[in-house]
Structure formats: structure tokens, C-alpha cells
């Protein structure tokens, strides 16, 4: 598998943010907020039109709405997670839909974040800001290397490991194996989670984080169990000696 490549570190608000939905309204109340906030703001009205500019572009972030005419928002994530030059790329999911399964499904093919319609304003700025926040951070630790058992990053590659095969992770998933492995030994409750992994206080339901820890747990193989659940609190990565 390729090595995800970092873009360099920007300010926020003169990131550039592509916006796809086909309701007029809603694209225009998106554009208004996000270009008030000081981003820079593309548009698409449906997914080969999202898929051409993502790739001309490179945005920093996506937001991409679900019910697209001809292409849906699903097939678009996918062919964007394949894609070398747009697989790294944060992407919010917007849909009107609520049911659990319209989530898990956003989650499983490759979705960051995702947000219902109606949505407030406020609410909208917060997760973007803190997803970019997330996707430009440098690590906490200065190690360049982190391993445990048969798990390890290399954060300069920004490479994931899992018994010696590389991972495909996306940015969100890598970031969450990093704190687990991080805090390894030390029980994380979902809360401690999306602070440190979404670096959000906003109303992000917990249900996320189990989300995105089975993903994880499925792309780690045989080391999923090293992740443990700590029933009624959060998570845990097994401390093991390396």
C-alpha cells in the first residue's frame, strides 16, 4: 500500500473548502458561513463535478453531501479514498438522513465527520475547524517512530504497521491509533477520545468514536485485540513491551 503524504501546515482560515450538494439554498447558506469564517470555498453540484475538482484542487477538507443526483456521496468517498492524490483529504458527510445505519455506512467507506440536516451554523464551523485543526497538527510526542507489539507508526512517513504489513488509514483512524498507542496502558473514555482525536468540545456523539475504533480494529488484523473495551468507560491499547 502507498504512504499517505502530509500537506504542509496552513493557517485555518485561509484553507480552501470544497462544498458539494446540488440544493441551491443549502450550498449557498454553506458558502455564505464557511467564506464569512475566512476560508477559501469551492463548489460542486455533483460527484463527478466534486471527483474532477478534488483532484484539480487538493482541498484541505470536504464537505460532501450524501444524496447526489446520478453519483451519491457514498461512491464519491469511496473513489476519493482511492485515489492517490485525494485518499488523505478530511471529509464531512451532510445528509438529512438520521438513522444509525446511514452513519456507520458514512464511517465505514472513509467519512471524519458527519453532520445532519438542519444544521446550525455554529455547530457546522466547529467541526470543520477542528477537524483542519486535527489534520494539521503535528504530534504531540517528538518520537519519530512509535511501536508496540506488533503495532507501529512512522510519523515522519505518516505510515501505519501491523505485523510487519503497512495499513491504509485515513486521517482520523491514524490519529486515534496514535493517541491509543500513546496512551497505551491508560484507559481512554470516549470523551477523553474526541477531545484528543477530534479536538472538539461540540455535541459529536460518542457513538463516533466506537465507529471508527471497529474500523480500526478490522484494518489492524491480528492485532485488533490489542485495543481493549472498557466496559460502561472507553478504551484501552494493551501496554506490551516491545
Known amino acids: 500500500m502507498k504512504a499517505r503524504v502530509l500537506k504542509p501546515m496552513v493557517t485555518m482560515p485561509d484553507a480552501q473548502i470544497l462544498v458539494v450538494d446540488d440544493e441551491p439554498d443549502i450550498l449557498s447558506v454553506l458558502v455564505y458561513h464557511l467564506s464569512r469564517?475566512?476560508?477559501r470555498v469551492t463548489t460542486a453540484v455533483n460527484g463527478q463535478g466534486a471527483l474532477t475538482t478534488a483532484q484539480a484542487e487538493h482541498p484541505d477538507l470536504i464537505i460532501l453531501d450524501l444524496m447526489l443526483p446520478g453519483m451519491d456521496g457514498y461512491e464519491v468517498l469511496q473513489r476519493l479514498r482511492k485515489a492517490d492524490r485525494t485518499e488523505s483529504i478530511p471529509v464531512i458527510l451532510l445528509t438529512a438522513r438520521r438513522e444509525e445505519e446511514e452513519r456507520v455506512k458514512g464511517f465505514e467507506v472513509g467519512a471524519d465527520d458527519y453532520i445532519t440536516k438542519p444544521f446550525s451554523a455554529r455547530e457546522l464551523t466547529l467541526r470543520v475547524e477542528a477537524l483542519l485543526r486535527r489534520s494539521k497538527a503535528e504530534p504531540v510526542s517528538t518520537s519519530r517512530?512509535?511501536?508496540?507489539?506488533?503495532?507501529?507508526?512512522?510519523?515522519e512517513a505518516h505510515r501505519a504497521f501491523s505485523e510487519g504489513f503497512e495499513v491504509d488509514l485515513t486521517p482520523l483512524e491514524y490519529r486515534l491509533l496514535e493517541v491509543l498507542l500513546e496512551r497505551r496502558g491508560r484507559v481512554q473514555s470516549r470523551r477523553q477520545l474526541l477531545q484528543a482525536v477530534w479536538d472538539t468540545n461540540a455535541a459529536i456523539e460518542t457513538r463516533t468514536v466506537d465507529m471508527h475504533v471497529a474500523r480500526l480494529r478490522t484494518k489492524l488484523r491480528g492485532a485488533a485485540d490489542l485495543i481493549e473495551t472498557v466496559r460502561g468507560i472507553g478504551y484501552r491499547f494493551r501496554a506490551l513491551d516491545k
Open 37 to 39: 469564517e475566512g476560508y
Open 145 to 155: 517512530r512509535i511501536s508496540v507489539g506488533p503495532v507501529e507508526l512512522d510519523r
